[in-house]
């Protein structure tokens, strides 16, 4: 082996030690950059939900229902929502109900919007004109697809049950009005 083949065979190595510092450098570079960088995702989400109160003769309704949906585009969301209400009427029942559900918003027009949303609940009825009281505990699950006209955030409509049972004591009707908006 010759000086002038070491030589060259040196200047390689080196060259190469140097271009790979230099590529895991500017590899490196671009990683802190991308993770340094705020996530866009945030600016996606829409929170919303709903409030219901009701007070009458002896009767009481509390209803909460946040959720939150992510805009995936001008046309398409999806998201969760919690649902928690009581209603009581004084020596008659008294209830309890929670869950969550998984909803799906599609906007083919931007004044129209389809949505289907599959709702899991815990109903716990407690009813107090019996001695002894009597108590019905069990899952009630509905996939309502609805349809509503749109303004911008807020959406009015309609919306279809189809697993709907009549014996549930949850829903009174397979049909149900609906007030959507979210920010």
């Not at 140097?18 to 996606?44: C, E, G, N, P, R």
Request: aromatic share 18%; charged share 15%.
């Amino acid at each position: 082996m010759n000086i002038k083949s070491s030589i060259n065979s040196f200047l390689t190595i080196i060259l190469s030690c140097v271009f790979y510092l230099m590529m895991t450098s500017t590899i490196k570079a671009q990683v802190y950059q991308q993770t340094a960088q705020k996530s866009d995702f945030w600016q996606h989400v829409r929170f919303g939900g709903g409030l219901g109160l009701n007070f009458g003769n002896n009767f009481t309704n509390i209803n909460v229902a946040p959720s939150a949906v992510y805009q995936v585009n001008e046309y398409f969301a999806a998201g969760i929502g919690l649902s928690g209400s009581y209603v009581k009427q004084k020596n008659y029942y008294d209830s309890y109900i929670y869950g969550a559900s998984i909803i799906t918003l599609f906007n083919p027009l931007p004044e129209i919007q389809l949505s289907a949303e599959l709702e899991q609940l815990r109903v716990n009825n407690t009813y107090t004109q019996f001695n002894p009281h009597i108590e019905d505990d069990f899952w009630n699950t509905a996939l309502f697809l609805g349809a509503g006209y749109r303004v911008e955030n807020f959406t009015i409509g309609v919306r279809y049950n189809v697993l709907f049972k009549e014996s549930n004591n949850v829903y009174s009707e397979a049909f149900l009005p609906f007030v959507r908006i979210y920010f």
